[in-house]
């Protein structure tokens, strides 16, 4: 894939080729450990998270841009992380990692 999108949209393509050749190897393990050992490796919370991912890259997309990419980078950053890790925390997704900053206060 790379050698046929590199040149075709350089950067850009070297990116998209990684992007596809890891979806197209996550694909196959998960086909193959649902045929051959018949487990589901997923829970309908990631499926959940998923969508959350799609919908929270797209509002770093639309959040209004500030002129100053730095100051981007933090805002965008700060207001993205802040809500994924609010839906994490409030519906309790990763109980070990709330346990273990509960035992470390």
């Known amino acids: 894939m790379q050698i ?14 990684t992007a596809l050749a890891s979806f197209i190897y996550n694909s196959l393990l998960f086909w193959y ?5 018949a487990l589901q490796p997923f829970e309908k919370e990631n499926k959940v998270l998923l969508l959350l991912i799609i919908v929270l890259c ?3 997309f639309v959040l209004p841009s500030t002129g ?7 805002y965008k950053g700060f207001v993205i992380s802040g809500i994924y890790i609010g839906y994490v925390y409030f519906k309790n997704l990763t109980p070990e990692v709330f346990d273990w900053i509960k035992k470390k206060e």
């Not at 450990?33 to 050992?37: D, G, N, S």
């Open 58 to 60: 797209g509002l770093g």
């Open 68 to 74: 100053i990419p730095m100051l981007n980078i933090l």
């Open 4 to 17: 046929i999108l590199i040149p075709w949209l350089g950067m850009i393509g070297a990116a998209t080729a």
């Open 33 to 37: 450990v649902r045929k051959h050992f």
